[in-house]
């Protein structure tokens, strides 16, 4: 069994003697480089928010062990290889996609290439467009419904749409959601400070709390909030009123410093407002 041979395998671990060879040093660096991007591609996929519920499955497994909790056990033992395979169904879409992305990509490049991390994840000017264009829509009461992307990627919706892939600015916004007009119809999807897809499907939320005064429209924008960690704004095209969407929850009638406030959420500039004001400032003036 799966768990007598990691038991046997703990004990004897202590009684070895390791002789360290040039293989074992390039099989350590292999296995380290595929550690790292299976941790990269679960952080940009809905993986990232089953983590929690596995990481405490996990810790019960191995308390179980420590106390020689039999029953339970037997329970892991024989449902093990289920979860396993339920786990590939429910991530198959992940799993395929992440294959595909391996072909795509060349080897070597992937292994002395890495992720660079940045700060700042869009520009001011960017949020300064977006609460631009969704009051003047909401003035004449054009609806729209725009996704902001966080850690998390949106791919499999983006490719639900029609590829853009253009600068933000609020007249770009407001012509893509214009009545009439190809493009108007679903959600665009925004990656930085670029608009990459519009016409993208999102997922309903079945959450029975939201009004039942509010559309399809909001309910998309609960919906993706609840299985990404994006960030929604949605106009609505009965009142003009707009409202965001963050963590499964819905914040209505926000006014422009509102929807500011809510923005800045996930602009990441915090830390680097703070590093400079530290650098050139000195202490603040609320800081002890």
Same mark, same amino acid.
């Given at each position: 069994?799966?768990?007598?041979?990691?038991?046997?395998?703990?004990?004897?671990?202590?009684?070895?003697?390791?002789?360290?060879?040039?293989?074992?040093?390039?099989?350590?660096?292999?296995?380290?480089?595929?550690?790292?991007?299976?941790?990269?591609?679960?952080?940009?996929?809905?993986?990232? /928010?089953?983590?929690?519920?596995? %990481? $405490?499955? #996990?810790?019960?497994? *191995? @308390?179980? +062990? /420590?106390?020689?909790?039999?029953? %339970? $056990?037997? #329970?892991?033992?024989? *449902? @093990?290889? +289920?979860?396993?395979?339920?786990?590939?169904? $429910?991530?198959?879409?992940?799993?395929?996609?992440? +294959?595909?992305?391996?072909?795509?990509?060349?080897?070597?490049?992937?292994?002395?290439?890495?992720?660079?991390?940045?700060?700042?994840?869009?520009?001011?000017?960017?949020?300064?467009?977006?609460?631009?264009?969704?009051?003047e829509m909401g003035k004449v009461k054009t609806g729209a419904l725009m996704v902001i992307e966080q850690n998390v990627l949106l791919t499999e919706y983006e490719r639900t749409g029609i590829e853009v892939?253009?600068?933000?600015?609020?007249?770009?916004?407001?012509?893509?959601?214009?009545?009439?007009?190809?493009?108007?119809?679903?959600?665009?999807?925004?990656?930085?400070?670029?608009?990459?897809?519009?016409?993208?499907?999102?997922?309903?939320?079945?959450?029975?709390?939201?009004?039942?005064?509010?559309?399809?429209?909001?309910?998309?924008?609960?919906?993706?909030?609840?299985?990404?960690?994006?960030?929604?704004?949605?106009?609505?095209?009965?009142?003009?009123?707009?409202?965001?969407?963050?963590?499964?929850?819905?914040?209505?009638?926000?006014?422009?410093?509102?929807?500011?406030?809510?923005?800045?959420?996930?602009?990441?500039?915090?830390?680097?407002?703070?590093?400079?004001?530290?650098?050139?400032?000195?202490?603040?003036?609320?800081?002890?």
């Amino acid at each position: 069994m799966i768990l007598e041979r990691f038991r046997s395998f703990l004990e004897t671990l202590s009684l070895r003697s390791f002789n360290i060879r040039w293989q074992d040093i390039v099989e350590v660096i292999i296995i380290s480089f595929l550690l790292y991007q299976i941790m990269a591609w679960i952080k940009h996929t809905k993986v990232w /928010l089953l983590m929690k519920g596995i %990481i $405490i499955i #996990i810790a019960f497994i *191995v @308390l179980a +062990l /420590l106390f020689k909790m039999h029953t %339970i $056990i037997w #329970i892991v033992e024989h *449902v @093990l290889s +289920l979860a396993v395979t339920a786990v590939i169904v $429910i991530l198959q879409p992940e799993l395929r996609h992440a +294959l595909e992305e391996l072909g795509r990509k060349s080897f070597v490049t992937n292994l002395i290439t890495f992720e660079k991390a940045t700060d700042e994840r869009f520009s001011d000017k960017t949020v300064n467009d977006l609460v631009k264009a969704s009051f003047e829509m909401g003035k004449v009461k054009t609806g729209a419904l725009m996704v902001i992307e966080q850690n998390v990627l949106l791919t499999e919706y983006e490719r639900t749409g029609i590829e853009v892939d253009g600068l933000i600015s609020s007249q770009l916004l407001i012509n893509i959601f214009e009545h009439n007009t190809p493009l108007h119809d679903g959600a665009v999807i925004i990656r930085g400070n670029r608009v990459v897809s519009a016409t993208c499907y999102l997922p309903l939320s079945d959450n029975m709390e939201i009004s039942k005064e509010l559309g399809t429209r909001h309910r998309a924008g609960v919906g993706i909030s609840e299985v990404t960690d994006a960030l929604t704004i949605i106009v609505s095209e009965e009142t003009g009123h707009v409202s965001v969407t963050y963590e499964g929850k819905l914040y209505r009638n926000l006014d422009a410093n509102g929807l500011r406030e809510k923005i800045g959420m996930i602009q990441n500039k915090e830390v680097e407002d703070n590093k400079k004001r530290r650098l050139w400032k000195g202490r603040a003036k609320d800081e002890k």
